[in-house]
T-cell receptor, first 113, second 115 residues
């Protein structure tokens, strides 16, 4: 079946630190990969996506590269801000599975000033 | 464009009571999803509609949960009777046609507390 594994949190960082959240997946078929973010008190928002191998998704200073050889889609940001404090979810969609999203467990990130 | 709308935002009920949630997807989006997000976990799909037909309800506890999308637009999810373990946030999402490259847009969710 399809599954997503991401590093457990919470991850606590100081402002301007480098952030990496690891995400690996297993999928039957060729998945599209996504990072969603959930800010405190808000709904899930798409942060970035990549639909084929070696694609790089980017948004708001965050980046993730679709690595088919390592089945990974790690999220990175070079210099985090307090406003990046949120829960981050890695997810995949496979056409053969009806295009439903399969999510990882989420990683809580707390950025301190 | 307006986003995915859900109501109510919060609901508190006692176990064995019934509850219903409503979702209105983004206009023109054929595919609608209901997810259950238990505290500290990622969302899990309950049911997926394509227009007014069910595509996937394999994870829906059908003895107590039901959902409909009669006119292929808005949808309701019902729990009857509720159990303590149903306490969660219920998320509605939609996308245009269900291609695996399409972005799913999520509503704000309904937080259900079962006492």
């Amino acid at each position: 079946g399809n599954s997503v594994t991401q590093m457990e949190g919470p991850v606590t960082l100081s402002e301007e630190a480098f952030l990496t959240i690891n995400c690996t997946y297993t999928a039957t078929g060729y998945p599209s990969l996504f990072w969603y973010v959930q800010y405190p008190g808000e709904g899930l928002q798409l942060l970035l996506k990549a639909t084929k191998a070696d694609d790089k998704g980017s948004n708001k200073g965050f980046e993730a590269t679709y690595r088919k050889e390592t089945t990974s889609f790690h999220l990175e940001k070079g210099s985090v801000q307090v406003s990046d404090s949120a829960v981050y979810f890695c997810a995949l969609k496979v056409k053969a599975a009806g295009n439903k999203l399969t999510f990882g467990g989420g990683t809580r990130v707390l950025v301190k000033p | 464009e307006a986003g995915v709308a859900q109501s109510p935002r919060y609901k508190i009920i006692e176990k064995r009571q019934s509850v219903a949630f409503w979702c209105n997807p983004i206009s023109g989006h054929a595919t609608l999803y209901w997810y259950q997000q238990i505290l500290g976990q990622g969302p899990k799909l309950l049911i997926q509609f394509q227009n007014n037909g069910v595509v996937d309800d394999s994870q829906l506890p059908k003895d107590r949960f039901s959902a409909e999308r009669l006119k292929g637009v808005d949808s309701t999810l019902k729990i009857q009777p509720a159990k303590l373990e149903d306490s969660a946030v219920y998320l509605c999402a939609s996308n245009k046609a269900g291609a695996n490259t399409d972005t799913q847009y999520f509503g704000p969710g309904t937080r259900l507390t079962v006492l």
